[in-house]
């Protein structure tokens, strides 16, 4: 089995100073609000369930630009406490100064697990945390600790669940362009690139129709009742072709549930439901694999938070293929950064 391995440099680029800086800029907001499958989905959780807000004290993890602390306030909330580590604080309180809620929402600068709280505990700890490929910049454990910190018994994180699947497509005329390109630029050998660019998965929106596989489940986040080891986690997948294809990637999305609510809600980030600016996650292989409908693509996928940076993810997937057209056997690394 052959395996590719990424390139250490003793100069990473990647910081979590620059993590928060980021969040500093307004595009990236933009952005966000202007999903509404995400931005909505929030507001009708919080508006159709004050059951959960109503005289509750909340708590926003990564709070931006105040939207969510804005809907709970709206809501109901006797009290919300909103955190946000970038100088986007700055901006969410003039926000929320300017819409009358600065009675019922308290903006706090810095990050969660260096802040002091006025209260020893919240109701509610509600945060938009996910990232593409769900666990890319980790804020996750951010909730985690959060939740450890000052969250009732008894008391409610949204969302609370997540889930993680893969599935395959065919991908000729993009790997081509993107990957098979370093081959020859001008009539010169970068083929050097060429390996780096397959070791970074590409954020980008599948077509339904290029999916020639079922679908695995390959991972469950319980976010109430997980511990932060569980970001770390290697999962078996068995994927069988729906018709006669080429394979030349694995696509990575996720699913989430608000399942506290009168009626479970939420929504995904798959190819074949509204786009989301996630978008989904294209792990392209080595290999190009001609598979027949019934046959199966098996393997592993193992995930972990980068040991330098845990904001970056690292990814290993293990596949084997034995079919009537084509076999393969390898080892790839991958690193979302």
């Not at 003039?94 to 706090?108: A, C, F, R």
């Not at 945390?129 to 959060?146: C, I, R, S």
Request: glycine share 6%.
């Amino acid at each position: 089995m052959e395996e590719i391995l990424p390139e250490e440099h003793e100069v990473d680029p990647t910081s979590a100073d620059y993590y928060f800086d980021s969040y500093a800029h307004f595009g990236i907001h933009e952005e966000m609000l202007k999903d509404t499958v995400r931005t909505k989905t929030y507001q009708n959780v919080i508006y159709e369930n004050g059951f959960l807000f109503k005289d509750k004290v909340v708590l926003d993890v990564g709070a931006g630009t105040g939207i969510l602390s804005l809907f709970c306030a709206k809501g109901g909330a006797k009290h919300v406490y909103a955190v946000e580590c970038s100088l986007m604080a700055n901006t969410a309180k003039e926000i929320i100064q300017k819409n009358g809620y600065s009675d019922v929402i308290t903006v706090l600068k810095g990050k969660v697990e260096e802040i002091e709280l006025p209260v020893q505990q919240v109701d509610v700890i509600i945060s938009e945390w996910m990232g593409y490929f769900l666990l890319f910049e980790n804020m996750l454990d951010t909730v985690l600790y959060a939740r450890d910190k000052w969250l009732v018994p008894g008391g409610v994180v949204l969302p609370d669940r997540t889930s993680l699947h893969l599935t395959a497509i065919e991908d000729a005329d993009y790997k081509h362009e993107k990957i098979n390109f370093w081959s020859s630029v001008y009539g010169f050998d970068m083929s050097c690139i060429k390996k780096q660019a397959m070791l970074e998965p590409l954020v980008d929106t599948v077509e339904p129709n290029q999916i020639v596989t079922q679908t695995q489940l390959i991972k469950t986040m319980d976010i109430s009742n997980m511990t932060p080891g569980d970001v770390s986690f290697s999962a078996p997948f068995k994927l069988v072709a729906t018709r006669n294809d080429f394979i030349h990637a694995l696509v990575a999305y996720f699913d989430v549930s608000f399942t506290k609510c009168h009626k479970v809600v939420g929504f995904s980030t798959g190819p074949r439901s509204r786009p989301t600016h996630w978008k989904q996650t294209v792990l392209y292989l080595e290999d190009v694999i001609t598979i027949c409908e019934g046959e199966a693509l098996t393997g592993k996928m193992s995930v972990a938070p980068n040991a330098r940076n845990p904001r970056d993810v690292d990814i290993v997937v293990e596949y084997t293929f034995n079919g009537k057209r084509s076999q393969a056997s390898r080892r790839q690394h991958f690193r979302m950064r």
